[in-house]
C-alpha cells in the first residue's frame, strides 16, 4: 500500500543545455506506474536552489499533475514522490505526502505505519511541535527534523528515529541542506534501489523506475540508504556497512503498458496464455525431466514432509485450495490451506517436517510475509510463490520458485492466479516425483495437458465477446452467486471476489455441495448464477451431482449460467446460458474455467463506468495488517 518513487540525477554543468528530463519527469512517471498501490492522494517534493519544493493533493496522480500544471515546480535534478492509500488519517490534501517540515527544508514520504506514533507525537506535542495533519509520517518528519539538526548528518539521523519506531515503514527524506542526496530506510515494507549511469533511482518497486533501468538493489530490512548521482551506500541502523543484492528486471516498460487495451486488467486478461506458457518455460533438463533447481531446497528434505500448508490471501489464497486438491492427489501428502492472517494467530501445528508454501504476486503482502516469519520460527520450512523479484516473502522464505507472469498493475489479480497455480502444480508434480509417487511416464503426462493449456485458455478469450453480451444484460443484477464442486468450488470463489471488488455487486461463492445447507434459500426468480461444470469425462460422480445443483436452483427461478467443457450436452436443458470451454482434465479446468468470470466481471465494471484498474477502497499491495 502506497507507492513510493526518489530520483536523484547530475547537475547540468554550467552552460550545458538542460537536461532530457528532470526529477518531476521521472518521479510523475513513477507514480502513475505505482499508482496501482494506492490511489488516495499523491504528492512531490523536488529540492532545487537548496530549497524544497512541493505539491501535494487528494486523489489520484491526474490531480496531482493539474495542480502541477497550475502551479509549476522549479528544474531539479533530485525528488521524491508517493501514492498513498490512507491508513491515519482520510484522504485529504493535508495527510496527502510529502510531509514537510523544519521550516520547510525537510520533506519526507512513508509507506506502511508507525505504531508507536501517538507516543511519540506526544513527546513532541509537549516540546511545542505543532502538527497540521492526522498522519503518523508527520510524526515521523519531526522526528527526523530533530535528529538532524542534532546530529547534523540525514543518514545518520535516519538510522537514529528508525531505531525508535515501531512497526513497518519504507521512509524517503531530502533535506535543502543536502541538495545532492535522498535517504530512505526500510522496515518490512518494500524499497529497492535502481542503479542508472550517472542517476539512481528508489521504488517501492522496480515499476517506479523500469523506463530509465533495469538494474535493481534489494534492500535488507532494517538497512538505510544514502542515494547520490554517483552511487548508493547502505548500512544497517548501527551504521555498520550493508551489502544490497543486485538483480536485473527481466521485463521491460512496455510490459506495464496498457497496450491499446482500456484497462490493465483487460490486457492482463490476455496475457494469460504467455503468462502460463513463461511460467513453465525453464524448469525442464534436456531429457523433459522436470527439475525445479531454483528451488535450491535439499531432496532429502522434500521426502521428508508430511504435512504441507498452504499460506495467501485473497486471490492468491483460492490458487492454493486449487493447488491442494492437485497436490493431495499427486503426493499424498495431507494439504492445508490458510488465509494467512487467520494462521498466524490460530497456533498452528507446525514443526520441521511441515512444508509452507507463501503465494503471492506481490512477495509483500504483510499478512503473509508474518505467516511465513511465523511457520519458520516453528522449525517449518518454506517455499515462496511469488511473481515480484526482489521482494520481501522470496527474501525471507528458505526457498523461491517465480511465477513469470509480468508485471500485474490491475488491482484484480487476473493473470497471477493462473500462474500460481501453474506454479503449484508444477511444485506438486516435482514432489511426487523427488518422493517417488508418480512415474516419470505419469508426470509428463501431466505436464503435457499443462503445455497444451495456453492455446486453450487463449481459445476462451477469443470467445470473450459471448460473456461481454451477458455481463451488458446482467449488469442491473443486485447479485450473482456462484456454485463450483472440487476444484470448481475455488474457482465459484475467484469468480465472486472479482465481481465484488470491481462491479462493487454482491456475489457470493459456494461448494455447489453446500447448497441444500442453507445458500439456496438465496435464490429467487431472475437470480443470476454461475455454474461451473466439471467434465463429463472426468469423475461422472462429480458431473452429475452438478448437473443436479443446476436443476435444483434452475427449479427456483435461477438464471443459470454454466461453465462447461465443449461436448457437455448434458447441461444444456438446465442452462439458460452455457460459457463453453475447451475440453480438459479435471485438475486442468480452474485454468480455463476462471478466464470467463474474468472477463465477465471486468465487462460488468467497465459498462457501470468505473474504474476496473483502480477499485474503490483497494490498493494492490497490501502491505500493512
Ligand atoms: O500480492 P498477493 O498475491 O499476496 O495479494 C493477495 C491479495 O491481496 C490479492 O490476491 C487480492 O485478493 C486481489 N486484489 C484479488 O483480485
Known amino acids: 500500500m502506497c507507492g513510493i518513487v526518489g ?7 554550467p552552460g550545458e543545455v538542460a537536461r532530457s528530463y528532470f526529477a518531476l519527469d521521472v518521479v510523475l512517471e513513477g507514480l502513475r506506474r505505482l499508482e496501482y498501490r494506492g490511489y488516495d492522494s499523491a504528492g512531490v517534493a523536488v529540492v532545487a536552489d537548496e530549497q524544497v519544493a512541493f505539491r501535494k493533493k487528494a486523489g489520484k496522480v491526474a490531480m496531482l499533475e493539474a495542480e502541477i500544471e497550475a502551479a509549476p515546480l522549479p528544474d531539479s535534478v533530485l525528488g521524491i514522490g508517493h501514492t498513498r492509500w490512507a491508513t ?15 521550516g520547510g ?14 507516543e511519540l507525537k506526544s513527546e513532541l506535542v509537549a516540546k511545542g511541535h505543532n502538527f497540521v495533519s492526522e498522519t503518523d509520517t508527520e510524526v515521523a518528519a519531526a522526528l527526523l527534523a530533530e535528529a538532524y539538526r542534532e546530529l547534523g548528518d540525514l543518514s545518520a539521523a535516519m538510522r537514529a528515529v528508525c531505531k525508535r519506531f515501531e512497526g513497518t515503514f519504507t521512509l524517503l527524506a531530502v533535506h535543502a541542506d543536502v541538495p545532492d542526496r535522498i535517504v530512505a530506510a526500510r522496515r518490512d515494507s518494500p524499497l529497492v534501489i535502481g542503479v542508472g549511469e550517472g542517476e539512481n533511482f528508489l521504488g517501492s518497486d522496480v515499476s517506479g523506475f523500469i523506463d530509465y533501468t533495469k538494474q535493481a538493489v534489494e534492500m535488507a530490512n ?18 555498520n556497512p550493508a551489502e ?38 525453464g524448469r525442464f533438463d534436456e531429457n523433459g525431466k522436470l527439475t525445479l533447481d531454483e528451488l535450491r531446497i535439499d531432496e532429502s528434505l522434500l521426502r521428508s514432509v508430511d504435512k504441507i500448508i498452504v499460506i495467501a490471501c485473497g486471490t492468491a489464497a483460492y490458487a492454493g485450495q486449487v493447488a491442494r486438491y492437485a497436490i493431495e492427489h499427486w503426493c499424498r501428502i495431507p494439504t492445508e490451506v490458510e488465509l494467512a492472517h487467520e494462521f ?85 508434480l516435482y514432489l511426487a516425483q523427488v518422493r517417488g509417487n508418480m512415474f516419470a511416464d505419469e508426470v509428463n503426462a501431466v505436464l503435457a495437458e499443462l503445455r497444451q493449456i495456453p492455446e486453450k485458455v487463449q481459445q476462451v478469450i477469443d470467445r470473450e465477446d459471448e460473456v461481454k453480451a451477458l455481463a451488458e444484460n446482467m449488469k442491473d ?28 455487486l454482491h456475489a457470493e461463492g459456494f461448494a455447489a455441495g453446500e447448497l441444500k445447507h442453507g445458500p439456496i434459500a438465496l435464490v429467487e426468480e431472475g437470480q443470476p448464477v454461475f455454474i461451473i461444470a466439471p467434465s463429463p469425462r472426468g469423475r461422472d460422480s462429480l458431473h452429475s451431482k452438478v448437473v443436479s445443483n443446476i436443476q435444483e436452483v434452475r427449479a427456483r427461478g435461477a438464471v443459470t449460467i454454466v461453465i462447461a467443457e465443449e461436448g457437455d450436452t448434458a447441461v444444456n436443458q438446465y442452462a439458460n446460458h452455457v460459457i463453453r470451454v475447451p475440453q480438459a482434465p479435471t485438475l486442468m479446468q480452474p485454468l480455463l474455467a476462471t478466464v470467463p468470470l474474468q472477463v465477465f466481471a471486468c465487462a460488468v465494471a467497465t459498462v457501470k463506468g468505473y474504474d476496473v484498474d483502480q477499485p474503490r477502497n483497494l490498493a494492490k499491495s497490501v502491505t500493512v495488517e
Open 105 to 118: 527544508k525537510l520533506a519526507l514520504v512513508h509507506n506502511g505505519i508507525i505504531e508507536n506514533f501517538s
Open 222 to 239: 532494517d538497512n538505510v540508504v544514502t542515494v547520490t548521482a554517483a552511487g548508493y551506500e547502505i548500512t544497517d541502523l548501527d551504521g
Open 477 to 504: 443484477a443486485s447479485s450473482v452467486l456462484f456454485l463450483g464442486r472440487h476444484v470448481g468450488f475455488p474457482v465459484a470463489l475467484e469468480g465472486a471476489l472479482k465481481l465484488k471488488e470491481i462491479a462493487y
Open 244 to 281: 544490497g543484492k543486485p538483480f536485473t528486471v527481466e521485463w521491460d516498460a512496455q510490459a506495464a503498458k496498457k497496450d491499446g487495451f482500456d484497462s490493465f486488467m483487460d490486457k492482463e486478461i490476455h496475457d494469460q496464455p504467455a503468462a502460463i506458457r513463461d511460467t513453465l518455460l
Open 7 to 13: 530520483f536523484v540525477g547530475t547537475q547540468p554543468a
Open 88 to 102: 491515519h488519517g482520510g484522504p485529504t490534501d493535508a495527510n496527502a505526502h510529502p510531509h514537510v517540515v523544519d
Open 344 to 428: 498466524r494467530y490460530r497456533d498452528p501445528i507446525v514443526n520441521e517436517k511441515t512444508l509452507v508454501v507463501a503465494l503471492s504476486q506481490s512477495g509483500e503482502t504483510m499478512d503473509t510475509l508474518m505467516a511465513v516469519r511465523h511457520a519458520r520460527e516453528q522449525g517449518a520450512k518454506v517455499i515462496a510463490i511469488c511473481n515480484t523479484n526482489g521482494s520481501s516473502i522470496p527474501r525471507e522464505a528458505d526457498a523461491s520458485l517465480y511465477t513469470h507472469a509480468g508485471p500485474e498493475i490491475a488491482v484484480a489479480s487476473t493473470k497471477a492466479f493462473l500462474a500460481q497455480i501453474t506454479a503449484t502444480y508444477l511444485l506438486g
